[in-house]
């Protein structure tokens, strides 16, 4: 037993030292002063620069719609697996894997050779601005875990009784899902529109190729060619943010289960 | 009437594949959405691929793709990269996984690294790239610290923004996603067994070799290869950390893209595309015959 405890304390270490390190050191690299000292300079710019308020703004507006896609999306479908297709749940579950391995920049490679070459209204609209023309394809990228989180969420609770139950008392397919499935799987919802923030955070492959250039990691990695500080210190913030609230669902989620059990 | 009384007998044949076909109805804007966004730029890329700059269908481009000595110098590097980086991440992901699961469950530990795994997996190669040039870049913390006790990275010839550099980024979400991946896997594995070989007399060296290893072969080869994929599919880092100075498959397709200088070499770019999606096909091929063996333990 105490063997067993040392082994894990020493992976602790290990990953810890190999995972914290390179954290600090951008914490410490971010708060650095071109003359030097230490102060907040880096991480005011994202309150003077406009470019990259704005920036951050496009970004946010891409997160939301594309995390309530997400949601609409696969809510229904991972329920409906669930009650009536079982059989086809292990295929859908290695169909999640795939967005993970389909290279973004092969992606962005065919739809750019739509956005050069095709010129019906259809198209000239889906391409007019970058929250058109990236949203549909971040919810392709962010439908492989949204899938997996919320799936693993219908496991949790007892679906099929919920459902029966508000069925028999008269509640029509949207009415169960939106008033009693919805509610019960609130973490992991809110964990996998937190996780869909974190991919639109950091996503530039496709926004890069397809010369989208105000959204927030675009903006951040340009700024970075001259200020290399404010990247740090922007990126750096974004990642803790989004941990920040996933940790917060996570420690909800816990609590109300076994206060429940 | 004398319909009603025949009708028992028809139902099994005759409702169960109606009532399959309309359930999978409900599948429908699911795989359409898929079908139009992720199946509408594949097409694209294939028959870009196939195609010359006027229309008119070839095989030059994919062949330049795999001949010209550039491409091969960066499938080369993108190979070496996503095997090294696969591997290291496999090894150290599953004694990560191992030391979560058997601590305790719910504990903060465990919370921290498993929405901590969600967030590095996820989140792309921006920051790590950003915060490993502060801790690895000429002006780093971890490069003055390790100047001050002897050791000069850069004098030795290391880079950042090197192959070598690269890959130690990359090691950094390649750990989080094996756990993601092999949590389930490890889970699966019963108490009892372990039980079983204890009061047998193994000890735990073989145990694991003998029962737990055998048993997680086919999810542990699943899962790395995932990981092969995703490094072969990450392109983010690359591009925050060298601005594309690397010679890799993913670079490589963006500058045959925005090179407006020759003509065709979009379609060269296309056909660099569909050797990737090949590669990746290959290794999903891989992937999902190991998880149907994985799954013959998982199911019971």
Known sequence: MTRGRRWRVVVFVIAAIYFLVPLVAAGEFSLRKPGGGYGFANYLAIATDPVLLNALLVSLEIAVVTAVLVLILVIPTAVWVRLRLPAVAGLLESATILPIVVPPVV???????????????????????????????????????????IDNGLAAIPLRTLVEAARNLGAGWASALLRVVLPAIRSAVLGSAFLTLALVLGEIVIARILLYTDTFPIAVVDVGRSVAGVSVALTLASLLLTWVLLLAVSFAGGRRTSRTS | MTSLLEQPAAPKETVRPARNWRAGLGLLPFAAYLLVFLGGPLYFVITGALTDSGGRPTFANVLASITEPQYRLAFASSLLLSAVTALIGAVFGVFLAQAVITSRPGSPLRRIVSTASGVLAYFGGVPLAFAFIGALGQT?????????????????????????????????????????????????????????????????????????????????????????????????????????????????????????????????????????????????????????????????
Do not use: C
């Open chain 1, 107 to 149: 992606m962005a490679a065919g739809i750019a050779f739509v956005q050069a070459n095709l010129d019906a209204p259809v198209f000239r609209s889906l391409f007019s601005s970058s929250i058109t023309a990236l949203t549909p394809f971040y919810v392709v990228l962010a439908l492989p875990f949204a899938y997996r989180a």
């Open chain 2, 140 to 300: 780093g913390l971890a490069t003055l610290f390790l100047r001050g006790v002897g050791i000069d990275l850069y004098a030795a010839g290391f880079r950042i923004d090197s192959l070598t550099g690269l890959g130690l980024t990359y090691v950094y979400f390649q750990i989080p996603l094996m756990v993601i991946l092999i949590t389930p896997a490890l889970e699966g594995l019963l108490p009892q067994w372990r039980e079983a070989a204890e009061n047998l007399g193994a000890s735990a060296w073989s145990y694991w070799r003998h029962i737990a290893l055998p048993v997680l072969a086919p999810a542990l080869g699943g899962a790395t290869l995932v990981l092969f994929g995703n490094a072969f599919a990450a392109y983010a880092t690359a591009l925050a950390l060298t601005s594309g100075s690397i010679p890799l498959v993913t670079t490589s397709i963006a500058s045959a893209l925005s090179g407006n200088v020759l003509a065709g070499q979009q379609n060269v770019g296309l056909a660099l595309g569909l050797d990737m999606v090949v590669v990746i096909g290959i290794v999903m091929v891989g992937y999902l015959l190991l998880q149907r063996r994985a799954a013959k333990w998982t199911s019971r």
